[in-house]
């Protein structure tokens, strides 16, 4: 059974910084690309940004390309989403996922697994 644990998630200010951790488990981790989602009230589940199976290519959706970084530790199974200068409209439960392919993919229905979300709120 494949699980995915997200934490890291939080209460900021605006201009702060979060790091989101999500361990996976139950599968080969290292052989597929991995993707962090984020889901508004009321909005669509929106890509966020995606690495690929050896951490060698990113991927970024342009509201965060610059602030945040996508990152990965094979050796530990967890990839990791370091979120800078965040903003107001950064609000969101964020999801972490692991995709099909060894590739990045962008869209949600190339992931197979998902974590559950972890909640970051960003005040101004």
């Known amino acids: 059974q494949v699980q995915l644990v997200e934490s890291g998630g939080g209460l900021v200010q605006a201009g702060g910084s979060l790091r989101l951790s999500c361990a996976v488990s139950?599968?080969?981790?290292?052989?597929?690309?991995m993707g962090w989602f984020r889901q508004a009230p009321g909005k669509e589940r929106e890509f966020v940004a995606a690495?690929?199976?050896?951490?060698?290519?990113?991927y970024y959706a342009d509201s965060v390309k610059g602030r945040f970084t996508i990152s990965r530790d094979n050796a530990k199974n967890t990839v990791y989403l370091q979120m800078n200068s965040l903003k107001p409209d950064d609000t969101a439960v964020y999801y972490c996922?692991?995709?099909?392919?060894?590739?990045?993919?962008?869209?949600?229905?190339?992931?197979?697994?998902w974590g559950q979300g972890t909640q970051v709120t960003v005040s101004s």
């Open positions: 690495v690929s199976w050896n951490g060698g290519n990113t």
């Open positions: 139950g599968r080969t981790f290292s052989r597929y690309s």
């Open positions: 996922a692991v995709a099909g392919a060894a590739i990045v993919v962008l869209a949600p229905t190339d992931y197979d697994y």
